[in-house]
């Protein structure tokens, strides 16, 4: 069930009315839960069954591993945790992935191995909720919090359907504290949740399928070389994209839960800002970056075994965020890349400590520019169906394909270059604030008048009801 479509909308009405009948607390979330299956069993009845496997096994192996007093046995009932996760994950997500490289290796040996056909339908939106339950286990494991002694409010921990398939990725000690309650919504979350989630389509349906995605088509499913121009636009165009249609898709979340009465972490705060990769990944896919840093940076030695085991700590954290992504090899290019600039940026930053120079604002502006450039060609294997295509718009990007085609109409051109410098804009503007601070400073004529033409423009355009890009990860 997608947010930009009449059925979530139907959906959501029976929802809220349900929510707010005079029923006791426990049928409140009874409801949320049952709601919660069905939103999840709308895309495919029986992968219903994994999320409960998922939450039987971590739900006992928790409270086994909280009891547990033996080092020994509380390992192995964690390692029983995540084997069980993402082995799941990984039959699911990577079988056909692995059986292909197994052909290569084996090829390459000279032996003839035949893959066997894989018609297995990757699960929505099971590397989030993979990633969710095993943060319980593990923060359990690591002593940084107790068990639930409520199986309804873990079970909802899991399926809470604002953000069970795209994120963001709550922690347990954010989320689960709030069923134990009553929670009921003021009308300012209700005001603030409706106006998030109008702003969340607007970024969907208006900007990511209305203006970008035709955009990046045209350009990304050339069949030749594109020009100089074609292959930078397009490419900040999927860049504008794939930030309007993931930060829409959170936007809504936290705009559906605020209207139940829920708060949801942000997960996105105007990353293309940035001064730097590690300032990017402070403020792009927030839940993600927090997890790897939290629970596998960190525990792998992070920056305490000097430079070397540093390094290597983060590009292993990079690489395996990347494969997070997809089962590809342009997506662990794609995290090695940003494990190669965090590094440089690392060893840049010894060396520059503590200069007067990289405090001005001019020298921070262009600073913002070249992270945003680089983020640029880390999206083109990101978007590319294949290592060929990527290497052949990186060609074009940096000039080296001067009888590329131009690809874009002169309406292409003029909607990419407007698109991109506003958004620029908006989220070099909003750097150091925030839109709760910015609309509190706003005249309430003024905000009507922008929430009545975003809500216009996502009525009249002619979307087709394209899923979110995150869902298939």
Request: overall charge positive; aromatic content about 18%.
């Amino acid at each position: 069930m997608l947010f930009n479509s009449l059925t979530f909308i139907v959906f959501f009405a029976i929802v809220l009315f349900l929510h707010y009948l005079p029923f006791s607390w426990r049928t409140k979330k009874l409801n949320l839960l049952i709601a919660s299956y069905l939103f999840y069993a709308a895309w495919n009845p029986p992968f219903v069954i994994l999320v409960w496997i998922s939450t039987i096994v971590d739900w006992n192996l928790a409270k086994r591993i909280f009891l547990e007093s033996n080092q020994k046995k509380r390992r192995l009932l964690l390692f029983l945790s995540i084997l069980v996760n993402l082995g799941i994950l990984g039959f699911f997500k990577y079988g056909d992935f692995l059986l292909h490289n197994w052909q290569a290796l084996m090829t390459s040996f000279g032996i003839d191995y035949q893959v066997p056909e894989w018609s297995i339908i990757l699960p929505v939106g099971i590397s989030f909720y993979t990633f969710q339950t095993m943060a319980y286990t593990l923060d359990v494991y690591l002593k940084r919090a107790e068990p639930t002694k409520n199986f309804l409010d873990f079970g909802l921990f899991v399926t809470f359907f604002p953000q069970l398939v795209a994120g963001p990725i709550v922690r347990p000690t954010h989320l689960i504290p709030q069923f134990e309650s009553e929670k009921k919504a003021t009308k300012n979350m209700i005001i603030w949740g409706f106006g998030l989630i109008t702003l969340g389509l607007f970024q969907k349906v208006v900007v990511a399928d209305g203006i970008l995605a035709p955009i990046v088509d045209e350009v990304y499913k050339a069949k030749d070389a594109v020009s100089f121009v074609s292959a930078w636009l397009g490419t900040m165009a999927f860049a504008g994209q794939i930030f309007s249609d993931f930060a829409g898709y959170s936007t809504t979340a936290i705009g559906v839960s605020l209207t139940l009465g829920f708060s949801l972490p942000s997960n996105f705060n105007y990353p293309y800002a940035a001064i730097g990769f590690s300032d990017f990944w402070r403020r792009w896919h927030i839940s993600l970056s927090t997890w790897l840093r939290d629970y596998l940076y960190i525990p792998l030695g992070g920056n305490k075994n000097g430079k070397t085991r540093t390094y290597i700590n983060l590009m292993l954290t990079m690489l395996l965020g990347g494969l997070w992504h997809g089962a590809s090899w342009t997506f662990v290019v794609w995290g090695g890349l940003h494990g190669i600039y965090l590094s440089i940026e690392r060893m840049l930053k010894r060396s520059f400590n503590g200069s007067k120079l990289l405090k001005k604002n001019f020298v921070r502006f262009l600073m913002a520019i070249g992270t945003y450039l680089l983020i640029n060609i880390t999206w083109v294997f990101f978007r590319a169906q294949s290592f060929p295509q990527a290497f052949g718009m990186i060609k074009s990007m940096i000039g080296l394909n001067p009888d590329g085609n131009d690809k874009l109409a002169t309406v292409y051109i003029i909607e990419a270059v407007v698109v991109t410098l506003i958004m620029l804009f908006v989220h070099w503007r909003m750097r150091n604030t925030s839109l709760e601070a910015v609309v509190q400073k706003t005249s309430w004529q003024l905000l009507s008048f922008i929430w009545g033409i975003m809500l216009i423009l996502i009525i009249i355009s002619q979307g087709s009801g394209d899923a979110f890009i995150y869902f298939q990860f």
